[in-house]
């Protein structure tokens, strides 16, 4: 089945620094690649996705690259605010399943 | 925006007790999840449902658990006997469809 690896694990930033995170993924089946934010205690929200169709995707200070050759997609989030600080976690999916396969998360901490 | 619910927000109880938790998913959705959550560490998949029948499940969702659709807003989750190692946040999700889920808050549960 589909595993999803993600580095690293904690990541402190000076605040106006980018951030990156890396995933990986093992089914070259999958197709979608959502990324989520978890602050201290509350559901995950997602704060973007992208598709096997499409190599990067960027909605203001966050934006998300996938190499399906690799099997990797990573998050970048530029200008890093303190209010960025939460645990972040990228997924993948088949289309076709319903399965939702989650990374391990990163603890972002951006120092103001 | 319309959000999921759940209830109770908390759940204490003793091992080998049922407990029931309860979901409200976005009235639109099709698509309805239960994910868990032990301290500290990912989001793992149980179970996803559709057209009143599982569709999916993980190997953690054992013959202790079962879903349920009773009417046409609630979604439950059943633990026939709960172990020490049930302890964690447990979240529902929906989705229009089988692709971006919307969370909600969860629910702690707690097994003594």
């Known amino acids: 089945g589909e595993n999803v690896e993600q580095h690293p694990s904690t990541l402190s930033v000076q605040e106006g620094d980018s951030a990156v995170i890396k995933c990986t993924y093992s089914?070259?089946?999958?197709?979608?690649f959502p990324w989520y934010k978890q602050e201290l205690g509350k559901r995950p929200q997602l704060i973007i996705d992208i598709r096997s169709n499409v190599g990067e995707k960027k909605d203001q200070r966050i934006a998300v690259t996938l190499n399906k050759t690799a099997k990797h997609f990573s998050l970048h989030i530029t200008e890093t605010q303190p209010e960025d600080s939460a645990v972040y976690f990228c997924a993948a999916s088949v289309d076709s399943s319903y399965k939702l396969i989650f990374g391990s998360g990163t603890r972002l901490l951006v120092r103001p | 925006e319309p959000e999921v619910t759940q209830t109770p927000s908390h759940q204490v109880t003793q091992m080998g007790q049922e407990v029931i938790l309860r979901c409200v998913p976005i009235s639109n959705h099709l698509y309805f999840y239960w994910y868990r959550q032990i301290l500290g560490q990912k989001v793992e998949f149980l179970v996803s449902f559709y057209n009143n029948e599982i569709s999916e499940k993980s190997e953690i969702f054992d013959d202790q658990f079962s879903v349920e659709r009773p009417d046409g807003s609630n979604f439950t989750l059943k633990i026939r006997s709960t172990k020490l190692e049930d302890s964690a946040m447990y979240f529902c999700?929906?989705?229009?469809?089988?692709?971006?889920?919307?969370f909600g808050p969860g629910t702690r549960l707690l097994v003594l």
């Open positions: 999700a929906s989705s229009l469809q089988a692709a971006t889920r919307s």
């Open positions: 089914d070259s089946a999958s197709n979608y």
